[in-house]
Protein backbone atom coordinates (compact mmCIF):
# COMPACT_ATOMS: atom_id res chain seq x y z
CA UNK A 1 0.00 0.00 0.00
CA UNK A 2 1.43 3.43 -0.73
CA UNK A 3 0.21 6.60 1.16
CA UNK A 4 0.77 10.34 -0.30
CA UNK A 5 0.70 13.02 2.37
CA UNK A 6 -0.16 16.44 1.52
CA UNK A 7 1.84 18.57 4.09
CA UNK A 8 2.02 22.47 4.25
CA UNK A 9 4.34 25.21 5.27
CA UNK A 10 2.48 27.64 7.53
CA UNK A 11 3.04 30.22 9.93
CA UNK A 12 3.08 28.97 13.58
CA UNK A 13 0.08 28.23 15.73
CA UNK A 14 1.67 30.39 18.28
CA UNK A 15 2.82 33.00 16.10
CA UNK A 16 -0.17 36.21 16.16
CA UNK A 17 0.18 38.06 12.85
CA UNK A 18 -0.86 41.46 11.52
CA UNK A 19 -1.75 43.18 8.58
CA UNK A 20 0.54 45.22 6.51
CA UNK A 21 0.69 49.17 6.89
CA UNK A 22 -0.77 49.08 3.01
CA UNK A 23 -3.10 46.41 3.82
CA UNK A 24 -2.32 44.06 0.91
CA UNK A 25 -1.95 41.46 3.15
CA UNK A 26 -0.53 39.88 6.46
CA UNK A 27 2.97 40.60 7.60
CA UNK A 28 5.12 36.93 7.89
CA UNK A 29 8.46 38.37 7.22
CA UNK A 30 10.69 37.01 9.87
CA UNK A 31 7.59 35.24 11.69
CA UNK A 32 8.38 31.47 12.57
CA UNK A 33 7.20 28.97 10.25
CA UNK A 34 6.29 25.34 10.79
CA UNK A 35 4.01 21.90 9.27
CA UNK A 36 0.03 22.72 9.31
CA UNK A 37 -0.83 21.28 12.88
CA UNK A 38 -3.46 18.94 10.82
CA UNK A 39 -1.06 17.81 8.95
CA UNK A 40 1.08 16.72 11.31
CA UNK A 41 -1.96 14.73 12.49
CA UNK A 42 -2.56 13.32 8.81
CA UNK A 43 1.22 12.55 9.10
CA UNK A 44 1.23 10.79 12.07
CA UNK A 45 -1.83 8.69 11.30
CA UNK A 46 -0.27 7.44 8.15
CA UNK A 47 3.18 6.38 9.51
CA UNK A 48 0.56 4.15 12.36
CA UNK A 49 -0.93 3.08 9.40
CA UNK A 50 2.48 1.97 7.61
CA UNK A 51 2.95 -0.35 11.49
CA UNK A 52 -0.49 -1.82 11.30
CA UNK A 53 0.41 -2.75 6.98
CA UNK A 54 3.83 -3.95 6.84
CA UNK A 55 5.59 -2.79 3.34
CA UNK A 56 3.24 -0.15 3.36
CA UNK A 57 5.43 3.38 1.81
CA UNK A 58 4.62 6.61 3.17
CA UNK A 59 4.97 9.63 0.38
CA UNK A 60 4.94 13.12 1.97
CA UNK A 61 4.06 16.05 -0.45
CA UNK A 62 4.69 19.81 -0.46
CA UNK A 63 4.02 22.92 -2.43
CA UNK A 64 6.26 26.17 -2.25
CA UNK A 65 9.56 27.57 -2.53
CA UNK A 66 12.98 26.71 -1.10
CA UNK A 67 12.24 26.60 2.35
CA UNK A 68 9.82 24.22 1.91
CA UNK A 69 12.23 21.45 2.20
CA UNK A 70 12.58 22.24 5.73
CA UNK A 71 9.78 20.80 6.44
CA UNK A 72 9.40 18.44 3.99
CA UNK A 73 12.52 17.29 6.51
CA UNK A 74 10.55 17.42 9.50
CA UNK A 75 8.02 14.76 7.25
CA UNK A 76 10.45 12.70 6.98
CA UNK A 77 12.13 12.95 10.62
CA UNK A 78 8.34 11.79 11.87
CA UNK A 79 8.81 8.77 9.21
CA UNK A 80 8.05 9.24 5.74
CA UNK A 81 10.06 6.88 3.77
CA UNK A 82 10.37 10.04 0.94
CA UNK A 83 9.41 13.28 0.11
CA UNK A 84 8.27 15.59 -3.06
CA UNK A 85 8.78 19.03 -3.16
CA UNK A 86 6.54 20.76 -5.84
CA UNK A 87 8.07 24.43 -6.08
CA UNK A 88 6.79 27.56 -6.80
CA UNK A 89 7.09 30.86 -5.27
CA UNK A 90 3.36 32.13 -6.38
CA UNK A 91 0.90 31.29 -3.19
CA UNK A 92 -1.73 29.10 -5.16
CA UNK A 93 -5.57 29.01 -4.17
CA UNK A 94 -6.70 26.19 -3.41
CA UNK A 95 -8.00 24.75 -6.95
CA UNK A 96 -4.67 24.96 -8.38
CA UNK A 97 -3.19 23.33 -4.63
CA UNK A 98 -5.44 20.53 -5.74
CA UNK A 99 -4.43 20.28 -9.55
CA UNK A 100 -0.79 19.98 -8.13
CA UNK A 101 -1.64 17.76 -5.62
CA UNK A 102 -4.12 15.60 -8.32
CA UNK A 103 -0.52 15.13 -10.89
CA UNK A 104 1.40 13.94 -8.24
CA UNK A 105 -1.13 11.61 -7.42
CA UNK A 106 -1.38 10.47 -10.85
CA UNK A 107 2.19 10.06 -11.11
CA UNK A 108 2.70 8.15 -7.68
CA UNK A 109 -0.71 5.97 -7.89
CA UNK A 110 -1.48 5.96 -3.87
CA UNK A 111 -3.95 3.80 -2.05
CA UNK A 112 -5.00 6.51 0.34
CA UNK A 113 -4.32 9.96 0.14
CA UNK A 114 -4.44 11.65 3.72
CA UNK A 115 -4.59 15.80 4.14
CA UNK A 116 -5.72 18.29 7.00
CA UNK A 117 -8.62 18.76 7.38
CA UNK A 118 -7.85 22.52 6.68
CA UNK A 119 -4.86 24.81 7.25
CA UNK A 120 -4.53 27.45 9.50
CA UNK A 121 -3.30 29.90 7.58
CA UNK A 122 -6.75 30.56 5.29
CA UNK A 123 -8.84 27.96 6.72
CA UNK A 124 -10.63 27.00 3.79
CA UNK A 125 -11.05 23.02 4.12
CA UNK A 126 -11.57 22.91 0.42
CA UNK A 127 -8.59 20.52 -1.03
CA UNK A 128 -9.73 17.31 0.24
CA UNK A 129 -13.12 17.95 -2.04
CA UNK A 130 -11.68 19.26 -4.69
CA UNK A 131 -8.72 16.45 -4.82
CA UNK A 132 -11.16 13.65 -4.69
CA UNK A 133 -13.34 15.27 -7.82
CA UNK A 134 -10.54 15.83 -9.45
CA UNK A 135 -9.05 12.18 -9.54
CA UNK A 136 -12.85 10.81 -9.50
CA UNK A 137 -12.14 9.16 -6.22
CA UNK A 138 -14.56 8.69 -2.90
CA UNK A 139 -13.36 11.21 -0.20
CA UNK A 140 -14.05 11.20 3.71
CA UNK A 141 -13.48 14.80 5.65
CA UNK A 142 -12.82 15.20 9.09
CA UNK A 143 -11.54 11.66 9.79
CA UNK A 144 -10.65 10.45 13.53
CA UNK A 145 -10.43 6.64 12.98
CA UNK A 146 -9.44 4.72 9.89
CA UNK A 147 -9.07 1.13 9.04
CA UNK A 148 -8.00 -0.26 5.90
CA UNK A 149 -9.18 -3.61 5.25
CA UNK A 150 -8.26 -5.42 1.79
CA UNK A 151 -9.64 -3.31 -0.80
CA UNK A 152 -12.03 -0.44 1.16
CA UNK A 153 -11.16 1.61 4.24
CA UNK A 154 -13.38 2.23 6.97
CA UNK A 155 -13.36 5.69 8.89
CA UNK A 156 -15.25 7.54 11.20
CA UNK A 157 -16.20 10.67 10.50
CA UNK A 158 -16.93 14.16 13.00
CA UNK A 159 -19.96 15.65 12.26
CA UNK A 160 -22.11 18.26 13.80
CA UNK A 161 -24.76 15.62 14.58
CA UNK A 162 -22.39 12.83 16.12
CA UNK A 163 -19.94 10.18 14.58
CA UNK A 164 -20.25 8.98 11.39
CA UNK A 165 -19.01 5.65 10.09
CA UNK A 166 -18.29 5.33 6.56
CA UNK A 167 -16.62 2.81 4.53
CA UNK A 168 -15.30 3.17 0.52
CA UNK A 169 -13.52 1.78 -1.84
CA UNK A 170 -9.51 2.06 -2.68
CA UNK A 171 -7.83 4.37 -4.15
CA UNK A 172 -9.64 7.33 -1.72
CA UNK A 173 -9.24 10.74 -0.41
CA UNK A 174 -9.26 11.20 3.41
CA UNK A 175 -9.45 14.07 5.61
CA UNK A 176 -7.67 14.44 9.34
CA UNK A 177 -9.27 15.96 12.41
CA UNK A 178 -8.02 16.62 15.83
CA UNK A 179 -8.34 13.49 17.29
CA UNK A 180 -7.37 11.26 14.85
CA UNK A 181 -3.66 11.23 16.00
CA UNK A 182 -1.32 12.78 18.47
CA UNK A 183 1.53 13.62 16.26
CA UNK A 184 5.08 12.69 17.67
CA UNK A 185 7.76 14.61 18.88
CA UNK A 186 10.40 14.83 16.39
CA UNK A 187 14.17 14.13 17.82
CA UNK A 188 17.22 15.73 16.60
CA UNK A 189 18.11 11.86 15.43
CA UNK A 190 15.58 11.59 13.50
CA UNK A 191 16.36 14.96 12.09
CA UNK A 192 19.81 13.69 11.31
CA UNK A 193 18.47 10.22 9.61
CA UNK A 194 15.75 12.56 7.57
CA UNK A 195 18.98 14.55 6.26
CA UNK A 196 19.84 11.27 4.39
CA UNK A 197 16.01 10.40 2.68
CA UNK A 198 15.56 11.65 -0.78
CA UNK A 199 13.53 14.75 -1.62
CA UNK A 200 12.72 14.93 -5.10
CA UNK A 201 11.71 18.12 -6.66
CA UNK A 202 9.40 19.28 -9.93
CA UNK A 203 8.47 22.78 -10.84
CA UNK A 204 4.85 23.64 -10.59
CA UNK A 205 5.72 25.43 -14.30
CA UNK A 206 6.64 22.53 -15.64
CA UNK A 207 3.20 20.37 -14.89
CA UNK A 208 1.02 21.88 -17.33
CA UNK A 209 -1.30 23.30 -15.34
CA UNK A 210 -3.92 26.01 -15.29
CA UNK A 211 -2.66 27.34 -11.65
CA UNK A 212 -4.00 30.98 -12.42
CA UNK A 213 -5.77 33.20 -9.34
CA UNK A 214 -9.42 33.00 -9.39
CA UNK A 215 -9.35 35.36 -6.88
CA UNK A 216 -7.66 38.54 -5.83
CA UNK A 217 -6.90 39.89 -2.64
CA UNK A 218 -8.93 43.25 -2.00
CA UNK A 219 -7.48 44.28 1.45
CA UNK A 220 -6.50 42.71 5.06
CA UNK A 221 -7.39 44.63 7.99
CA UNK A 222 -7.07 43.89 11.61
CA UNK A 223 -10.30 43.13 13.58
CA UNK A 224 -11.79 45.72 16.10
CA UNK A 225 -9.86 45.61 19.33
CA UNK A 226 -12.35 44.68 22.69
CA UNK A 227 -13.62 47.41 24.48
CA UNK A 228 -13.13 48.01 27.91
CA UNK A 229 -15.30 46.07 30.78
CA UNK A 230 -17.77 47.78 32.68
CA UNK A 231 -18.69 47.15 36.71
CA UNK A 232 -21.89 46.86 37.04
CA UNK A 233 -23.81 47.72 40.12
CA UNK A 234 -26.19 44.63 40.00
CA UNK A 235 -28.21 42.05 38.47
CA UNK A 236 -30.88 44.71 37.24
CA UNK A 237 -28.49 46.65 35.91
CA UNK A 238 -27.05 43.45 34.08
CA UNK A 239 -30.60 42.70 32.79
CA UNK A 240 -30.99 45.83 31.33
CA UNK A 241 -27.47 46.02 29.02
CA UNK A 242 -28.45 42.79 27.85
CA UNK A 243 -31.83 43.77 26.72
CA UNK A 244 -30.63 46.71 25.49
CA UNK A 245 -27.68 44.69 23.66
CA UNK A 246 -30.04 42.49 21.79
CA UNK A 247 -32.66 45.27 20.80
CA UNK A 248 -29.23 46.82 19.20
CA UNK A 249 -28.85 43.92 17.24
Not at 120 to 132: E, F, K, R, T
Request: glycine share 6%; net charge neutral; hydrophobic share 45%.
Amino acid sequence: MKILVAVKRVVDYNVKVHALPDHSGLDTAGAKMSMNPFDEIALEAAVQLRQKNPGTEVVAVSIGGGKTADTLRVALAMGADRAIQVETEAPLQPLAVAKVLARVAEDEKPDLIITGKQAIDNDASQVPSMLSALLGMPVATCVNRIDVNGNSVTVVRETDDGMMTVRASLPAVLSADLRLAEPRYVTLPAMMKAKKKPIAALKAGDLGLDLADRLAMQTVVEPEGRSGGVKLSGVDELIDVLRNKVKAL
